[in-house]
């Protein structure tokens, strides 16, 4: 059983920063991808971005230059460094692990993101 728990959520005004963290414990394989989702009231999940286990990052457009994914392996965490902050931000952040050898996903218990103009 592999669990998610998230942290870093929070109010915050348009143009601030906030950092979101999220660890992971069980029993992950080695070849995996971890990355957050995000939702917003009356919206499907969508995809922020994602980092690899040897680095490799990918954004949805419209985080591209603000938001930037890494991860700690020795850690089993990976942060989400949010930037310049918009309204249109405002959303539950998901942390997720895709475990690439036994072909399933994890979801962390979200964590609200409100940015105020």
């Known amino acids: 059983q592999v669990q998610l728990v998230e942290s870093g959520g929070g109010l915050v005004q348009a143009g601030g920063s906030l950092r979101l963290s999220c660890a992971a414990s069980?029993?992950?394989?080695?070849?995996?991808?971890m990355g957050w989702y995000r939702q917003a009231p009356g919206k499907p999940r969508e995809l922020v971005a994602t980092?690899?286990?040897?680095?490799?990052?990918n954004y949805v457009d419209s985080v591209k230059g603000r938001f930037t994914i890494s991860r700690d392996n020795a850690k089993s965490t990976v942060y989400l460094q949010m930037n310049s902050l918009k309204p249109e931000d405002t959303a539950v952040y998901y942390c997720?692990?895709?475990?690439?050898?036994?072909?399933?996903?994890?979801w962390g218990q979200g964590t609200q993101v409100t940015v105020s103009s």
């Open positions: 069980g029993s992950i394989s080695s070849i995996n991808s």
């Open positions: 980092v690899t286990r040897g680095g490799s990052t």
């Open positions: 997720t692990l895709r475990d690439l050898v036994r072909g399933t996903r994890y």
